[in-house]
């Protein structure tokens, strides 16, 4: 009877070891994946891998494709689970950004201070010099990068020109909270703190050390970045990660917690250019309104997004390890990179894991 009992326990204890050896497997899989800097390799993780509803795929193509879509994408944990393409797109077809890629110049202006040429608490007459607004001096002294990050320049926002002319006193920086196209001098500022070029710094820099492609363009007063659909992922991913790609810190982590957390008192819903869900209310560009409420309830409330005219999105969901793409025209008659699109697309996303 000892003799049974005893080989009893060695049975059980193997296969104690050998279910503790396959939740390590299960782990190990489930470990951040980012594909190769160069060529087209990037692995997959099927819907029946994740256990996810296979009959809620069809419905979200439809959706996307009715509603003028050029691609989707969704990563989890890295791997991409849906790829789809639609009205002659491709995987290798460029596409713009719009607002979305505010920021790409958000992350590059991070990556510069952290190289500690320059600090965001700066004026930003510091580095590009004084007259760069219409306001007094005293004004426009007031204005410092964080307030061009935060939307919160106090300049009126009436029109996208970012000439001298243009940039007229509304409030006192920091006062008011406004969506306007004068972010982009952030660019000029990185430009002349680094001794480059934009272009060559945030290629040399983001650009190329997480294998993106792409380039800016400039349409009418707009700095407009276009890419791939999997340029745009890995951008995606890059901030999954907090910053950094596999074991490289590309954009250090304290900064990458203030960018995509609530960076001002006026609107709870903003960072530094990225949009941030599920926050107690939010403002909407154009608009002084306080809303109350998450910005898209059906999405989940820890969700952070670039979000870009015509329905250009990156949703980034760090509870769920996903990253979510959209490119294409708009959705509906509206051009808002917010609208009532988001919402439905979201319920068509959570049919799929729910």
Not at 342 to 354: F, R, S, V
Request: hydrophobic share 35%; proline share 3%; with cysteine.
């Amino acid at each position: 009877m000892t003799k049974t009992i005893f080989k009893l326990l060695i049975i059980l204890s193997f296969v104690s070891c050998s279910k503790e050896s396959s939740s390590d497997e299960t782990t190990t899989e489930q470990t951040m994946y980012f594909p190769p800097l160069t060529g087209t390799t990037w692995e997959t993780e099927s819907i029946s891998d994740l256990k996810w509803n296979q009959s809620a795929v069809q419905p979200l193509l439809d959706y996307l494709n009715l509603k003028h879509s050029k691609s989707f994408m969704i990563l989890v944990n890295g791997r991409i689970v849906m790829e789809n393409y639609f009205n002659g797109h491709t995987a290798t077809t460029n596409w713009y950004w719009a607002s979305a890629g505010k920021t790409l110049t958000s992350t590059t202006t991070g990556i510069a201070q952290q190289e500690g040429l320059l600090n965001i608490n700066n004026k930003v007459s510091q580095y590009i010099g004084t007259g760069w607004t219409s306001e007094t001096l005293a004004q426009e002294n007031l204005i410092t990068c964080k307030h061009l990050l935060t939307m919160t320049s106090g300049l009126d926002d009436s029109t996208d020109d970012v000439d001298p002319a243009s940039l007229i006193y509304k409030a006192d920086a920091g006062k008011r909270w406004a969506y306007h196209n004068v972010y982009v001098k952030l660019q000029d500022v990185v430009a002349k703190a680094s001794s480059q070029t934009w272009d060559n710094y945030f290629n040399t820099k983001l650009r190329d050390k997480i294998g993106m492609n792409g380039t800016w363009v400039q349409i009418d007063v707009n700095s407009v970045y276009t890419s791939t659909t999997r340029s745009m992922a890995r951008f995606g991913l890059l901030m999954l990660n907090k910053g950094k790609w596999e074991n490289n810190v590309i954009l250090n982590e304290n900064y990458f917690t203030e960018a995509t957390n609530t960076s001002q008192s006026i609107n709870l819903g903003y960072g530094y250019l990225w949009w941030l869900n599920g926050k107690a209310n939010y403002h909407l560009p154009q608009s002084q309104l306080t809303i109350p409420g998450s910005i898209i309830p059906t999405a989940p409330n820890d969700m952070f997004m670039a979000l870009g005219k015509n329905d250009q999105k990156i949703y980034v969901i760090p509870s769920k390890n996903m990253v979510i793409i959209r490119m294409g025209d708009a959705a509906d008659d509206v051009n808002l990179a917010l609208s009532d699109f988001d919402e439905t697309l979201w319920e068509k996303i959570n049919a799929l894991y729910q």
